[in-house]
Structure formats: structure tokens, C-alpha cells
């Protein structure tokens, strides 16, 4: 089965996950619950780094 997950070219990739990795490895894992402020802070610095 495919992720289908857009990976940068630093080796990360679009996905975020609280406390547990997801079953493809792929990601950021919090340890916690992240607010909408924490993942759009994510997101920009993706942007900026990563394309």
C-alpha cells in the first residue's frame, strides 16, 4: 500500500503525528497534541527549507 506522503528533499515528510510513529515511519512525532498555531509554524518552516 502506498503513503502517498509528500516527502521533502531533507529526508522529512508532510505528516505529523501525536505521541505514536504512524504505521509508514514517516513524519513528526510530538509528544503531544499539537495546536493549529504548532503545525502551521511546521509548515512554514517546511516551506522555506525544504522544497
Known sequence: MA????????????FAS?????????GTIT???????DHELLQVRRRHCCR
Do not use: K, P, V
Open 31 to 37: 509528544e503531544g497534541a499539537m495546536t493549529a498555531e
Open 3 to 14: 503513503h502517498e506522503i509528500e516527502q521533502f528533499t531533507d529526508g522529512t515528510a508532510a
Open 18 to 26: 501525536a505521541r505514536e510513529s504512524a504505521w509508514h515511519g514517516l
